[in-house]
């Protein structure tokens, strides 16, 4: 079977895995193959004939080759594949800091078209000096709020984890979860936060057995069943009365330049 570029959280061994005593790169088992999924995978199973099978996006905020984030990334993205979806991680090596010159930059163009293919995200960032990396925040920089008056990721739904160096701690996600409510995504209640993650992974790069791990598994399984919920009912959802009444009135929706140009010229 051929794995995609987009799905190296496939791959065994994976890329961050350790090497052995002999030199090998260590291989894990695949505890998430033991998950008993069935009502979920079940209701995943019997949305997806309505619609297709749920494409959800992976972001990690790290460029680490054995970065924490990224295995918890992968290990989020073998469970969302286990409850029937369409999984791509994008890689966020090369992609240049936000500016106002580089939006057809190869990178930059690769993520927002997986982000426009989606229907729901997974942001896996570290915590660091108390809120998200730069890396994190320069991929979701480079997402658009709005193209004209389109706006790309208005109503797809969001969850998200962080991984900590030392204690646990919610910064991180409090802060994905104030950025995702700015793009006008449904984020999900629950959340992850990984302490100790330095303590939480073999050297294959697989989580080992605790509550935090258990914890990813409910907020994958609570963003498929929400995500699958309300994308039947997205229009309706985002239709608005202020998005209503600038139609009537405009004759379509402004660009936010086309905005800024009406309010200079009144004053």
Not at 65 to 80: D, G, N, P, Q, V
Not at 103 to 121: C, F, G
Not at 136 to 152: E, F, H, T
Request: one cysteine or more.
């Amino acid at each position: 079977m051929s794995i995609s570029p987009y799905e190296p959280f496939l791959l065994s061994p994976i890329p961050g895995a350790e090497r052995d005593s002999t030199g090998e790169l260590a291989v894990g088992e695949d505890w998430t193959a033991e998950l008993e999924l069935e009502t979920a995978q079940a209701f995943a199973a019997a949305r997806s004939k309505e619609g297709g099978r749920l494409r959800v996006l992976v972001l990690y905020g790290s460029l680490r080759e054995r970065s924490y984030a990224k295995l918890m990334a992968y290990e989020a993205s073998r469970i969302l594949h286990r409850l029937g979806c369409e999984v791509r991680v994008y890689d966020p090596l090369g992609l240049p800091v936000k500016d106002e010159v580089s939006v057809n930059h190869a990178k930059v163009q690769e993520l927002r078209s997986l982000s426009d293919w989606s229907d729901a995200h997974f942001w896996s960032s570290p915590e660091q000096h108390g809120t998200i990396t730069a890396v994190m925040k320069n991929q979701i920089d480079w997402i658009p709020l709005a193209i004209g008056s389109v706006r790309p990721t208005q109503g797809k739904c969001l969850a998200f984890t962080q991984v900590n160096g030392g204690s646990q701690s919610f910064n991180t996600v409090n802060t994905l979860r104030l950025l995702g409510r700015w793009m006008r995504m449904f984020v999900i209640p629950n959340q992850s936060s990984l302490p100790m993650a330095w303590k939480a992974f073999t050297p294959a790069g697989r989580l080992m057995p605790s509550s935090n791990r258990d914890r990813l598994v409910d907020v994958c399984e609570e963003l498929v069943k929400v995500a699958y919920l309300l994308r039947p009912h997205e229009e309706l959802l985002s239709d608005r009365y202020s998005e209503r009444a600038e139609k009537a009135a405009k004759g379509r929706l402004l660009t936010q330049a086309e905005k800024e140009a009406e309010k200079a010229n009144s004053l």
